[in-house]
């Protein structure tokens, strides 16, 4: 008896152990049989277009990247060594030692007259071909024509386009490489020349110009033999107001030229003072202070140094014209230029 029931019970479980076997078979087969369920997952076409996508966002990436490297490759590509020789130690330079550089070429954008005049007058005889251009944009359309030239003096404020916007189109055009820019400018502090020399100008000639830079920086930046010097003819003729020893000096000795210079200040300037005031009641202070900064560096060119200091005195002084500080030297400016028109008539007509 007890013998079958062991027999049974082991029978029925093995029932059992079968029974549960085909159950979990029938169950997985029904999982794989399954339709495949793509709420969770990426279909295959799915995967296919992301892949795509992805692949296409990489690739503008990587152009924005390249278009990125070659911008940089424009801004930062190697400075062009422009210097041509050392400059070689001379004395006191005259209007005739420019005579070694006959046949160079050069670019003046300069948009005072005056200036211009100062420039050319003194370069008359030297057999240098000069070209001016009267603003920023005159400057560029000279150079498109006709890139051949030695150098480029450049004068840091001028209308429509001025010096620092036109020397970093200049640097920015490989045609252009071989040109230097020579800043001519009144500003003389360090921070203002370290900004022209970072938009590409190779070096600064202050304003008034002397005879030694300019024969300096044409010496550097052309190629030629030594010049012959000699020694300046001294003139003792002055007045009280304005030195004409040191203008003639700045206009190389040459009394006509001088002559001309100071017909030319009294016709441009003998009514600045009032323009200035009208100016300044228009809230045009930025057009004030070119007109002072032409002023200034123009009154030293024919040796009228104190309407030169009280002209850049009251150029600093109307920046802020609220606290009336600028009326004072206003008055000293117009006193001032009264006296300089007034000797320039007493010394032209003597002459």
Not at 298 to 315: F, P, Q, T, Y
């Amino acid at each position: 008896m007890q013998n079958f029931l062991n027999e049974n019970y082991i029978g029925i479980i093995a029932l059992v152990v079968s029974l549960g076997l085909i159950f979990i078979y029938l169950i997985l087969r029904k999982q794989i049989n399954k339709p495949y369920d793509d709420s969770n997952e990426y279909k295959l076409e799915d995967e296919k277009s992301l892949f795509e996508e992805t692949e296409a966002i990489k690739e503008e990436q990587e152009n924005v990247v390249q278009e990125e490297i070659e911008e940089e490759k424009i801004d930062v590509r190697p400075t062009v060594s422009r210097k041509k020789r050392e400059l070689i130690k001379h004395e006191k330079i005259t209007k005739d030692d420019f005579s070694i550089f006959n046949g160079v070429k050069i670019l003046i954008a300069e948009d005072n007259i005056i200036n211009q005049k100062v420039i050319t007058g003194l370069l008359s005889t030297s057999g240098i071909h000069i070209t001016i251009a009267n603003d920023g944009q005159e400057t560029l359309n000279i150079l498109e024509n006709n890139s051949d030239f030695s150098m480029i003096f450049m004068d840091a404020h001028m209308p429509i386009l001025d010096g620092f916007q036109v020397t970093r189109l200049i640097r920015k055009n490989p045609k252009y490489n071989d040109i230097p820019v020579i800043a001519l400018s009144g500003d003389t502090a360090v921070d203002d020349i370290r900004n022209m020399l970072n938009v590409g100008m190779e070096a600064h000639i202050e304003k008034p110009l002397k005879m030694d830079a300019l024969y300096d920086v044409l010496y550097i930046y052309t190629t030629g033999n030594e010049p012959k010097n000699s020694p300046i003819e001294n003139n003792n003729e002055g007045l009280k107001e304005f030195d004409t020893v040191a203008g003639l000096e700045i206009c190389g000795g040459d009394k006509e030229f001088y002559l001309e210079i100071l017909n030319d200040f009294t016709l441009k300037y003998s009514n600045s003072a009032q323009l200035i005031q009208e100016l300044i009641n228009k809230s045009e202070g930025l057009n004030a202070n070119k007109i002072l900064l032409d002023i200034s560096g123009v009154a030293a060119n024919i040796g009228a140094d104190e309407l030169h200091k009280i002209s850049i005195d009251l150029k600093n002084s109307i920046s802020n014209p609220a606290d009336l500080e600028y009326i004072n030297h206003l008055r000293k400016y117009k006193r001032s230029l009264q006296q300089i028109c007034e000797a320039i008539n007493e010394y032209t007509s003597q002459n």
